[in-house]
């Protein structure tokens, strides 16, 4: 998990709330992505970024968007649209541009729960 | 398009026994592969990555993986579990093309290891 902070740990919210996940990288990499990670289906791919004010929708972008105004930021917005958004997300980064052999590395996750 | 299959759900062994958790992939071309390890409420961390060269690749906490190009497999394996090895076990594949490469995870495969 080093590197990356994802905040905050546990997030509730209730229908019809917008609510951000923050993300924050000081490994200075480039792209950053974000995923979510449902029981027993892996993970999927909501939204990447590759540099500064620049971001390309991933599998399931609906209900979701992001911004990447910093380097080391790319905070990701659980829109109303969003029709079951309880879930854990995960932020990762990596090395731009992307050999295929770059690792990428993940931050801690927030487990976002709709009452 | 890439897939990567993990087909057992969980994995049961006693301490001290070695393990074996499997992974089999879909690619054109050549693969290159990755193991992630996460602890409950805890984000991915990395383990190991195949790129090319010997088809036995060691990674961190005496974990090791082998490539099999013949039955596209990439079994992550230790020759003495511990306790504390007992976590949910992810496989990931991306392919060898330039540019951008989503990287496919698998459903996971939990481990728990037996005192």
């Known amino acids: 998990d080093g590197g990356i902070t994802q905040s905050p740990k546990y997030l509730f919210r209730k229908e019809g709330q917008n609510v951000t996940l923050s993300c924050e990288q000081n490994?200075?990499?480039?792209?950053m992505y974000w995923y979510r990670q449902d029981p027993g289906q892996g993970l999927r791919l909501i939204y990447y970024?590759?540099?500064?004010?620049?971001?390309q929708k991933g599998d399931i972008a609906e209900g979701y968007s992001v911004s990447r105004e910093k380097k080391e930021s790319f905070p990701l917005t659980v829109t109303s649209a969003q029709k079951n958004p309880t879930a854990f997300y995960l932020c990762?980064?990596?090395?731009?541009?992307?050999?295929?052999?770059?690792?990428?590395?993940f931050g801690p996750g927030t487990r976002l729960t709709v009452l | 398009a890439q897939s990567v299959a993990q087909p057992e759900d969980q994995v049961n062994v006693a301490e001290g026994n070695p393990l074996t958790v499997k992974c089999t992939y879909s690619?054109?071309?050549?693969?290159?592969l990755f193991w992630y390890v996460q602890y409950p409420n805890r984000g991915l961390q990395f383990l190991l990555k195949?790129?090319?060269?010997?088809?036995l690749v060691k990674g961190s906490y005496g974990f090791e993986a082998e490539f099999n190009k013949s039955q596209t497999s990439f079994h992550l394996k230790k020759p003495s579990a511990l306790v504390s090895d007992s976590a949910l076990y992810f496989c990931?594949?991306?392919?060898?093309?330039?540019?951008?490469?989503?990287?496919?995870f698998g459903t996971g495969t939990r481990l728990l290891v037996s005192p």
């Open positions: 990762a980064s990596s090395m731009w541009p992307p050999e295929a052999t770059d690792t990428q590395y």
């Open positions: 490994l200075n990499h480039d792209a």
């Open positions: 970024s590759q540099i500064v004010n620049d971001f």
């Open positions: 690619v054109s071309g050549n693969p290159y």
């Open positions: 195949y790129i090319t060269g010997d088809n």
């Open positions: 990931a594949v991306r392919g060898p093309n330039t540019g951008f490469q989503k990287l496919v």
